[in-house]
């Protein structure tokens, strides 16, 4: 009789470029030979794929990893495998507080799975967290969606926001050729799917490591015109693209989302506080009033415009008076979501070692006031297009009648949720939740 052949599964934590890093580790395993299996106790190999953006993320891989690690002892052929941001983080120390790991690996060599299994399989514990180029792979991910894809633009992130610990995980900014984002989307087109979405951790900095600039200056490679460039890739009837950073989302994007028919507008740009001394001090490079322009400049082109943000309660040294700033920018701009959180002292920020650090209490406390306001104002904006007859279909501008549902790429503070259209389900796919980085 056969082998049974091997099964693999994939926990996800964390953000849209995890779980497309997920995608790709879980097409390169089935290119080994590797079936995947909803159940990590049926697995041959178990693969973690973490986030360390807030603590208890980072917290919940090990609680995770305990049982596994139990597990390995009763099965000594499973192999335990740690990938992204956690990985990175701790590098080699995770061997050392879980021992019975394989391989762990930063997020910077997802597309070198292949390779560094085969050094587990010949009997080593290998860690792969050295600073790399990130090159362009061949590999075919395993998407969870025959509707919607995730294709990454720009990888890492140069911004020092002094609470975040993403540019020591993920690496220095890396943009991709527009030659090979476009083809990615023509492949996806020719496979039926209708939807990308963009991804980058700083998507609207796309470009600015890429040779080459305009006669007026600018970079030859930006955002706005990658997604001109792409616009007209045949079968893809919507785009969406996040994160986006306020520093570099300027009216020249804006323009380009409003004139570019299969846009969606739908925007993610986080604003992290709403008190300008205190952005100065969290290092964002704008302050209150240029983010509102930029909500005002948006809102301008789009009146209907659909957008969402990321919000911190509880920063060092934050006064009340500066978390009410917070309130009246939500109070004003009115967002249809906002994803929520206690600030959390991260390893290597500068931040976590302030000594004006807030009560867990105090935190608490604002986090739930804040998240009432968000409620209510969402609640505010989704009776007003239900009042309008519209709903709060927000799709392509030249796509609203079609029937397939699309892809936020944030879609609660909870959960990353992907709905599939009814043939989909009759094909067994049903609605995959994924944590959120938040």
């Given amino acids: 009789m056969a082998d049974s052949p091997r099964r693999y599964h994939i926990t996800t934590f964390g953000c849209q470029m995890n779980k497309a890093d997920s995608e790709r580790m879980a097409g390169i395993l089935e290119e080994m030979g590797f079936q995947w299996t909803e159940l990590p106790e049926q697995a041959d190999l178990v693969l973690y794929n973490t ?48 021992p019975e790991l394989d391989l762990v690996m930063g997020p910077q060599h997802a597309n070198r799975l292949r390779d560094l299994l085969e050094q587990v399989f010949a009997g080593n514990q290998v860690v792969a967290t050295e600073e790399a180029h990130i090159y362009e792979d061949i590999t075919k991910p395993r998407r969870d969606s025959q509707v ?33 984002i476009r083809a990615d989307l023509e492949a996806l087109g020719q496979q039926g799917y209708k939807e990308v979405t963009l991804l980058g951790q700083n998507i609207d900095a796309y470009g600015r490591d890429l040779p080459g600039a305009t006669p007026e200056g600018r970079h ?6 990658l997604l001109y460039f792409l616009h007209d890739v045949p079968g893809i009837d919507r785009i969406r693209f996040a994160t986006s950073h306020p520093r570099y989302f300027t009216e020249r994007l804006i323009r380009a989302c409003a004139e570019l028919p299969k846009l969606c507008e739908h925007f993610h740009i986080p604003f992290q506080s709403g008190d300008s001394e205190l952005l100065k001090a969290m290092s964002r490079g704008y302050s ?23 919000a911190i309660v509880g920063f060092p040294g934050e006064t009340e008076q500066q978390f009410e700033n917070t309130l009246s920018l939500v109070e004003q701009v009115g967002f249809d ?55 709060a279909d927000r799709r392509s501008k030249s796509q609203r009648s079609d029937s397939g549902d699309g892809t936020n790429p944030r879609q609660s503070t909870h959960f990353l949720h992907r709905r599939y259209r009814p043939s989909e389900r009759a094909n067994g796919a049903g609605e995959n939740y994924y944590s959120s980085a938040l």
């Avoid at 900014?173 to 030659?179: A, K």
């Fill in 337 to 391: 979501l906002v994803n929520t959180a206690a600030y959390s002292p991260r390893p290597g920020t500068p931040a976590a070692l302030w000594p004006n650090q807030l009560s867990e209490e105090v935190k608490a406390d604002r986090l739930q006031r804040l998240n009432h306001l968000v409620n209510s104002k969402a609640a505010e904006r989704s009776q007003l297009f239900r009042a309008r007859g519209r709903g």
């Fill in 51 to 98: 986030c360390t953006i807030r603590d208890n993320a980072e917290q919940k891989v090990y609680s995770y990893l305990g049982r596994q690690a139990k597990r390995k002892h009763e099965q000594p052929n499973l192999t335990l495998v740690v990938a992204g941001c956690v990985a990175q983080q701790e590098g080699e120390s995770l061997l050392r507080r879980v």
């Fill in 148 to 180: 919607t894809a995730w294709v990454n633009v720009i990888y890492g992130c140069n911004e020092r926001c002094t609470y975040c610990v993403v540019p020591n995980v993920r690496g220095v900014e890396q943009s991709r050729r527009p030659e090979a």
């Fill in 220 to 225: 030859l490679y930006t955002l706005t015109d």
């Fill in 288 to 310: 209150r009033e240029r983010y509102l322009r930029i909500i005002e400049t948006l809102r301008g082109y789009m009146p209907d415009a659909s957008i969402s943000a990321d």
